[in-house]
Nanobody, 128 residues
Framework: QVHLAESGGGLVQAGGSLRLSCVAS????????MGWFRRAPGKEREFVAA????????SETDDVKGRFTISRDNAQNTMWLQMNSLKPEDTADYYC?????????????????????WGQGTQVTVSS
Protein backbone atom coordinates (compact mmCIF):
# COMPACT_ATOMS: atom_id res chain seq x y z
CA GLN A 1 0.00 0.00 0.00
CA VAL A 2 1.29 3.42 -0.95
CA HIS A 3 1.70 6.26 1.56
CA LEU A 4 0.06 9.57 0.62
CA ALA A 5 0.71 12.99 2.14
CA GLU A 6 -1.39 16.06 1.37
CA SER A 7 -0.37 19.66 1.88
CA GLY A 8 -1.39 23.12 0.78
CA GLY A 9 -4.60 23.64 2.70
CA GLY A 10 -5.34 26.79 4.65
CA LEU A 11 -7.64 29.73 5.15
CA VAL A 12 -8.56 31.82 2.13
CA GLN A 13 -11.19 34.40 1.31
CA ALA A 14 -13.97 33.65 -1.12
CA GLY A 15 -12.74 34.14 -4.67
CA GLY A 16 -9.21 33.18 -3.73
CA SER A 17 -7.06 30.23 -4.77
CA LEU A 18 -5.21 27.36 -3.18
CA ARG A 19 -3.09 24.57 -4.61
CA LEU A 20 -3.19 21.24 -2.86
CA SER A 21 -0.40 18.72 -3.29
CA CYS A 22 -0.35 14.98 -2.73
CA VAL A 23 3.02 13.25 -2.60
CA ALA A 24 3.14 9.47 -2.83
CA SER A 25 5.81 7.12 -1.53
CA UNK A 26 6.25 3.40 -1.20
CA UNK A 27 4.77 2.47 -4.53
CA UNK A 28 5.00 2.93 -8.28
CA UNK A 29 3.27 6.25 -8.73
CA UNK A 30 2.86 5.86 -12.46
CA UNK A 31 0.75 2.75 -11.95
CA UNK A 32 -1.77 4.55 -9.72
CA UNK A 33 -5.03 6.19 -10.63
CA MET A 34 -5.51 9.09 -8.22
CA GLY A 35 -8.35 11.13 -6.84
CA TRP A 36 -9.33 13.97 -4.55
CA PHE A 37 -12.25 13.74 -2.15
CA ARG A 38 -13.54 16.10 0.50
CA ARG A 39 -15.61 15.95 3.64
CA ALA A 40 -17.32 19.07 4.87
CA PRO A 41 -18.37 19.37 8.52
CA GLY A 42 -21.45 17.25 9.13
CA LYS A 43 -21.50 15.89 5.60
CA GLU A 44 -20.53 12.71 3.80
CA ARG A 45 -17.28 12.32 1.95
CA GLU A 46 -17.72 13.37 -1.67
CA PHE A 47 -15.81 13.04 -4.89
CA VAL A 48 -14.00 16.13 -6.17
CA ALA A 49 -11.70 15.11 -9.04
CA ALA A 50 -9.80 12.16 -10.42
CA UNK A 51 -6.96 11.52 -12.85
CA UNK A 52 -5.82 8.42 -14.69
CA UNK A 53 -2.44 6.83 -14.13
CA UNK A 54 -0.85 8.60 -17.09
CA UNK A 55 -2.74 11.87 -16.65
CA UNK A 56 -4.49 11.44 -19.97
CA UNK A 57 -7.98 11.36 -18.48
CA UNK A 58 -9.48 13.56 -15.80
CA SER A 59 -12.89 13.84 -14.20
CA GLU A 60 -14.41 16.45 -11.90
CA THR A 61 -17.67 16.81 -10.05
CA ASP A 62 -19.98 19.41 -11.54
CA ASP A 63 -19.62 21.65 -8.49
CA VAL A 64 -15.97 22.34 -9.25
CA LYS A 65 -15.84 22.22 -13.04
CA GLY A 66 -14.23 25.32 -14.44
CA ARG A 67 -12.77 26.21 -11.02
CA PHE A 68 -10.63 23.22 -9.97
CA THR A 69 -7.96 21.50 -12.05
CA ILE A 70 -6.38 18.17 -11.24
CA SER A 71 -2.93 17.31 -12.55
CA ARG A 72 0.03 15.05 -11.84
CA ASP A 73 3.72 14.59 -12.55
CA ASN A 74 4.75 10.96 -12.38
CA ALA A 75 8.44 11.90 -12.29
CA GLN A 76 7.81 13.81 -9.06
CA ASN A 77 5.37 11.27 -7.55
CA THR A 78 3.01 14.20 -7.05
CA MET A 79 -0.58 15.09 -7.82
CA TRP A 80 -2.07 18.57 -7.46
CA LEU A 81 -5.47 20.16 -7.17
CA GLN A 82 -5.49 23.78 -8.28
CA MET A 83 -8.52 25.45 -6.75
CA ASN A 84 -9.61 28.83 -8.07
CA SER A 85 -12.64 31.00 -7.40
CA LEU A 86 -13.12 29.32 -4.06
CA LYS A 87 -16.48 29.50 -2.35
CA PRO A 88 -17.43 29.08 1.31
CA GLU A 89 -19.13 25.81 0.37
CA ASP A 90 -15.72 24.44 -0.67
CA THR A 91 -14.74 24.43 3.00
CA ALA A 92 -13.81 20.85 3.90
CA ASP A 93 -11.03 18.44 4.70
CA TYR A 94 -9.51 17.34 1.40
CA TYR A 95 -8.08 13.86 0.93
CA CYS A 96 -6.08 12.31 -1.84
CA UNK A 97 -6.55 8.68 -2.73
CA UNK A 98 -4.83 6.11 -4.92
CA UNK A 99 -5.41 2.72 -6.44
CA UNK A 100 -3.31 0.50 -8.73
CA UNK A 101 -4.55 0.35 -12.30
CA UNK A 102 -3.52 -1.93 -15.18
CA UNK A 103 -1.37 -0.30 -17.83
CA UNK A 104 -4.16 -0.58 -20.41
CA UNK A 105 -6.73 1.10 -18.15
CA UNK A 106 -6.47 4.84 -18.76
CA UNK A 107 -9.54 5.74 -16.78
CA UNK A 108 -10.63 7.65 -13.70
CA UNK A 109 -12.51 6.46 -10.62
CA UNK A 110 -15.19 8.56 -8.89
CA UNK A 111 -16.32 6.23 -6.11
CA UNK A 112 -14.34 6.26 -2.86
CA UNK A 113 -14.83 2.48 -2.61
CA UNK A 114 -12.55 2.14 -5.64
CA UNK A 115 -9.52 3.44 -3.73
CA UNK A 116 -7.35 1.54 -1.28
CA UNK A 117 -4.82 4.15 -0.14
CA TRP A 118 -5.69 7.45 1.54
CA GLY A 119 -3.85 10.43 2.91
CA GLN A 120 -4.50 12.06 6.27
CA GLY A 121 -6.17 15.09 4.73
CA THR A 122 -5.55 18.81 4.58
CA GLN A 123 -8.04 21.40 5.77
CA VAL A 124 -9.40 24.08 3.48
CA THR A 125 -11.44 26.94 4.92
CA VAL A 126 -13.00 29.57 2.69
CA SER A 127 -14.32 32.65 4.43
CA SER A 128 -17.11 34.77 3.00
Amino acid sequence: QVHLAESGGGLVQAGGSLRLSCVASGGTFGSLAMGWFRRAPGKEREFVAAISRNGGATSETDDVKGRFTISRDNAQNTMWLQMNSLKPEDTADYYCAARPTPVFASRTFRDFHDYDSWGQGTQVTVSS
